[in-house]
C-alpha cells in the first residue's frame, strides 16, 4: 500500500516497506533542530538568527567571520545528512549553484559538513520570500506583479541557459527585498533533494504539489521550459 507523507509545503509519496528499510525519514526525526544560534559551523560560520524553519532545513542569519560578512546559511535536518550518496550529489549540485551569477539568483558562496550536517551558504538579502507577501497583502496587482515575474524568469531562464533545472520553483524561493528586486533561492538544494531514492523513482515524488511541473507528478525529472 502507498502513503501521502506531508512534509511542509513538500509531498512525498513512497512505498511504506521502502522507507523503513532505508530509515531515511524516520531515522533522527525528533532531532531535526540540533543546530542553533551561537553555533559555529567548520570554524569559520557563527550562526546568529533562525530566519525560518521547514521540514527539511532550517535558515540561518550568520557571520562569515573570515570575511567578516553576513550572509545565509541553510541547514539541511540530519535525517538528509547521514547518506554518503547524497553528500556527494548534495556537493555537486552545490558547486554548480554556486557557478550561477545573475542580479535574480541568490549568490552561492559556500557549503560543507559540520556537526552531522550539511549546510549552504548563500548571500543575505534583505527582505521576505514571496509567499509571505502574499500571505500579508493578498493578491498582487497587474502593475506590481508583472516587474517582478519578470525577473523570476529571467533568473530561471538564466540557469535553464546554463543547463541547471531548480526542480522545485515556488513562492517561497523567491526572495522580494523592499525595493521590489526579486532573487530565486536554493537552486543546489532543490535539485539535490530531488535526487534522494533515484532507485525508487516510481514510488517516490519530490516537489510541492500545488506548483508540480506535468513530468514531475508522474515521477520524472523536470526539465527546462
Request: aromatic fraction near 8%; glycine fraction near 8%.
Amino acid at each position: 500500500s502507498f502513503t501521502h507523507q506531508f512534509i511542509p509545503d513538500r509531498l512525498l509519496v513512497s512505498n511504506c516497506s521502502s522507507l523503513e528499510n532505508r530509515g531515511g525519514l524516520r531515522r533522527g526525526w525528533y532531532n531535526l533542530f540540533a543546530m542553533d544560534e551561537g553555533t559555529v559551523l567548520n570554524n569559520r560560520y557563527q550562526l546568529l538568527e533562525r530566519l525560518g524553519r521547514g521540514g527539511m532545513s532550517d535558515v540561518f542569519r550568520a557571520r562569515d567571520l573570515m570575511l567578516e560578512r553576513n550572509v545565509a546559511i541553510k541547514v539541511l535536518h540530519e535525517q538528509y545528512s547521514n547518506d554518503e550518496s547524497f553528500q556527494h550529489r548534495f556537493r555537486q549540485e552545490a558547486r554548480a549553484a554556486a557557478n550561477l551569477s545573475h542580479p535574480n539568483i541568490v549568490t552561492v558562496h559556500d557549503f560543507g559538513f559540520d556537526q552531522g550536517q550539511l549546510f549552504i551558504v548563500m548571500e543575505h538579502i534583505p527582505g521576505k520570500d514571496l509567499k509571505t507577501l502574499l500571505r500579508q497583502r493578498g493578491r498582487f496587482t497587474v502593475e506590481d506583479a508583472i516587474p517582478l515575474m519578470v525577473q523570476a524568469c529571467a533568473g530561471i531562464g538564466y540557469a535553464h541557459r546554463a543547463g541547471l533545472v531548480h526542480c522545485d520553483i515556488k513562492p517561497h524561493n523567491m526572495i522580494v527585498t523592499p525595493d521590489a528586486r526579486l532573487k530565486v533561492t536554493d537552486f543546489g538544494i532543490a535539485r539535490a533533494l530531488s535526487t534522494i531514492m533515484p532507485d525508487e523513482r516510481a514510488d517516490v515524488v519530490w516537489g510541492s504539489p500545488q506548483y508540480f511541473s506535468p513530468e514531475q507528478a508522474v515521477g520524472e525529472a523536470p526539465s527546462p521550459a
